[in-house]
């Protein structure tokens, strides 16, 4: 697959996901911040596909692309909602929260992309042992 389709369509998964993860928030009133789970699952996601079909140099790259766009779309997407089904502007928990959050995401996005790799290696080693 080309590079800018890659991106491409990292960049519509992160608004996509950001747009659900948001409606929900305000929808269930239970989670307002982001997903942790689904952003980070995204990203190591990203990271894990690409490697493991060998396109290792755009792994980092594209996951964490997806991760910005996800971020800014979610802040986007919270602020645009303020007031719909009585929702409040979104504050992180705490600034330490949000640096924690944010740190995390190359280094999921590394180990996936390393999983990812071995994943790739291994597939490869056992359909060239079976031929």
């Known amino acids: 697959m080309p590079t800018d389709q890659i991106f491409r369509r990292v960049v519509w998964y992160g608004l996509l996901l950001s747009a659900v993860d948001a409606v929900a928030g305000r929808l269930l009133h239970a989670a307002p911040d982001p997903s ?9 996601w990203v990271a894990y596909r690409l490697a493991e079909t060998k396109a290792t140099r ?10 910005i766009v996800y971020i800014a779309a979610f802040l986007l997407w919270a602020r645009l909602l303020v ?37 790739g290696t291994r597939a490869g080693a056992r359909a060239a ?3």
């Open 129 to 131: 042992s079976s031929e």
């Open 36 to 44: 942790v789970v689904l952003s980070l699952g995204a990203t190591a």
């Open 83 to 119: 007031g719909w089904n009585g929702s409040l502007p979104w504050r992180p928990r705490s600034a330490t929260w949000m640096a924690v959050f944010v740190i995390s995401a190359p280094i999921i996005a590394l180990i996936a992309q390393f999983v990812g790799s071995r994943a």
């Open 58 to 67: 755009l792994a980092f790259p594209a996951a964490m692309t997806l991760f």
